[in-house]
């Protein structure tokens, strides 16, 4: 089996470098992409309603913006629409970690992390499995390209950033260079079409244009009607899949951070399509959904207790909870390990995730992984909870900043939270990082945490390993 340090071996320096170096100049780039090669493993599990699950991610729209948008509307004419999806978070990162390692770690900002390898993502799950995964990421210049953004190299416009690509945060992802090559760029997706060498699970990522980030709902919409007509041409990436389109999250801050969403594809069975889906999801429901389709361990944490799209709960026999919601905000953060902003503080503890022998809502426990590497601890959340939900509420976030009651962690109605989707910062450096994470002190350890940028710019060979 290949190990990373074969493969930096093979690669040169210059892969080394890119490892930890979030800023990499572009002669680095340009040797790495000369030299990396993608991989495009494939399997053939089948699944209780679906034999291909991938999604796609647009950026900042409020529900009452999408759902009035017409090409929204088309493509939700085409499959079912759901309309009691929720973000977990704000800004963009905290969701996108969520959708792959279910939990959101209490990230508050969009800057450059790396989660430690003890913490287990869907790639895990489905390597128990051996049921093939990968990304596509809108004009990442490699596979595995690990830098914080790589923008249009003529305008210098943003274009691919590392915020929106859930796995490669995680080092138990980028610490393995098998896993890296599975990263990939849209150029690899046709390919990847065309070959039929498809995987069976893949998260998709437009870039800051495509995905309205940069642009708005119209045009982005359009992108995606047309990115979709195009893929439906292809029975291979078509006739066995559930699509999900969602947005990463709503753009007004203070409000419900309810998301307009979508399923798609050929999974969906005739009488269903056109139809309306009120059941309570979050983005953590799509990883529910995976578990119980290929009857997958849970992680433990809120995949946990997610409900389930409907397509696959029916044929488990699982019963989704109803959610009250009408006080429901999910919108703003905790104390954790990656909190640092004006939401609450820092805290160096990772929260633990469940390791006993709960079922969770795919039926199919926990990765033995994670019972292995966390199982002395309890947890630290009511992860059985299709909300995320805080059993020490109250401790742990200041006023006015606190969530109401005692258990939810449900957001606030606050003007105070009067960001928008689209104010978080393009510059790794926008932010103000905690203490004890901008003197460096996390990354010396060769472990976890922010890798200091102001250090690393100094310190381009610093180890990950
Ligand atoms: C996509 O990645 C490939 C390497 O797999 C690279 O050659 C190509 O330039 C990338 N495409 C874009 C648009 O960045
Ligand atoms: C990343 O973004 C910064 C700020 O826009 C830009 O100066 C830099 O060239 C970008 N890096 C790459 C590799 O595109
Ligand atoms: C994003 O990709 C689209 C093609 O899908 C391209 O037209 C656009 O220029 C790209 N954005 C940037 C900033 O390069
Ligand atoms: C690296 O990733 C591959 C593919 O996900 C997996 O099969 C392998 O076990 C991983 N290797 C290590 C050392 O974790
Ligand atoms: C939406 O974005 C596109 C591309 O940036 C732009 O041409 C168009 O004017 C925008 N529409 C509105 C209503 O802002
Ligand atoms: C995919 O589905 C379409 C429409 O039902 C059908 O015409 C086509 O033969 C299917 N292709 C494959 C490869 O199953
Ligand atoms: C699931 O079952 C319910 C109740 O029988 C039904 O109303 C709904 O349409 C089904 N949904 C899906 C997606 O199969
Ligand atoms: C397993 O679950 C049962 C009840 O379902 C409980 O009584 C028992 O203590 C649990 N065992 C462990 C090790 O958590
Ligand atoms: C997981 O890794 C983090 C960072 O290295 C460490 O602080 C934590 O103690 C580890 N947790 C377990 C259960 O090993
Ligand atoms: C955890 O959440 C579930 C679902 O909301 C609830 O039924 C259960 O009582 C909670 N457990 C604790 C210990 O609060
Ligand atoms: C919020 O707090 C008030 C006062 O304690 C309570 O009446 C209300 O039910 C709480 N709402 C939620 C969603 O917990
Ligand atoms: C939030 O509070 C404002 C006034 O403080 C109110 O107008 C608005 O309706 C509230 N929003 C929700 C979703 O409850």
């Known amino acids: 089996m290949q190990s990373a340090i074969l493969l930096l071996a093979s690669a040169g320096a210059a892969v080394a470098q890119l490892a930890t170096t979030s800023e990499p100049s572009l002669s680095q780039i340009q040797q790495a992409a000369a030299t990396v090669v993608p991989s495009s493993p494939t399997s053939n599990v089948e699944g209780v309603a679906f034999k291909q699950f991938y999604q796609i991610w647009l950026e900042n729209i409020d ?10 509307k088309y493509l939700a004419s085409k499959g079912i629409t759901l309309t009691n999806y929720w973000a977990v978070a704000h800004p963009s990162e905290p969701n996108y970690i969520s959708s792959a390692a279910g939990d959101q770690f209490a990230l508050d900002n969009d800057d450059f992390w790396q989660i430690p390898e003890n913490v287990s993502t869907v790639a ?34 943003n274009d691919y950033v ?14 393995n260079a098998s896993r890296l090559t599975q990263i990939k760029n849209f150029t690899n997706l046709w390919d990847d079409i065309k070959n039929d060498k498809l995987p069976q699970w893949a998260f998709i990522t437009p870039n800051m244009t495509d995905d309205a980030h940069d642009t708005n709902i119209t045009f982005a919409s359009t992108w995606e009607r047309g990115f979709i007509e195009e893929l439906e041409t292809h029975s291979n990436f078509w006739n066995e899949s559930l699509i999900l389109l969602t947005f990463d999250e709503t753009e007004h801050y203070p409000i419900s951070n309810k998301v307009f ?12 399509v056109g139809t309306v889906d009120d059941t309570f999801y979050t983005h953590y429901s799509s990883l529910a959904t995976v578990q119980a389709n290929w009857r997958l361990p849970s992680l433990g944490r809120w995949d946990c207790g997610a409900n389930i799209f409907q397509l696959v709960s029916n044929k488990t026999g699982y019963t989704n909870y109803e959610v009250d919601t009408s006080n429901l905000y999910l919108n703003s953060s905790f104390i954790g390990p990656l909190s640092q902003n004006v939401y609450s503080k820092y805290s160096s503890t990772w929260a633990a995730p469940l390791t006993g022998n709960q079922t969770c809502s795919a039926g199919h426990g926990i990765l033995q992984a994670v019972k292995d590497t ?22 742990d976030v200041s ?65 990950v390993f």
């Open 63 to 72: 529900y009452s913006a999408a759902s009035g948008d017409e090409n929204q």
């Open 124 to 157: 895990d799950l489905l390597d128990t499995k051996k049921i093939s995964w990968g990304e596509y990421q809108e004009h990442s210049p490699y596979p595995g390209f690990q830098g914080f953004n790589y923008s249009n190299q003529e305008n210098f416009a």
């Open 162 to 175: 590392r915020k929106h690509n859930p796995l490669v945060i995680f080092d138990s992802v980028a610490s």
């Open 261 to 272: 969403s979508i399923l798609l594809g050929g999974a969906i069975p005739k009488d269903l």
């Open 374 to 395: 966390w199982g002395k601890l309890a947890p630290t959340y009511n992860y059985t909870s299709p909300v995320p939900y805080d059993t020490d509420a109250g401790k």
């Open 399 to 463: 006023t006015p900043f606190s969530r109401n009651g005692t258990t939810w962690f449900t957001g606030v109605n606050d003007t105070k939270l009067a960001g928008t989707g689209t104010s978080d910062g393009a510059s790794p450096t926008s932010s103000t990082a905690p203490a004890a994470t901008s003197s460096g002190a996390a990354s010396s350890t060769g472990t976890t945490g922010k890798l200091a940028l102001a250090v690393s710019a100094f310190l381009p060979f610093l180890a």
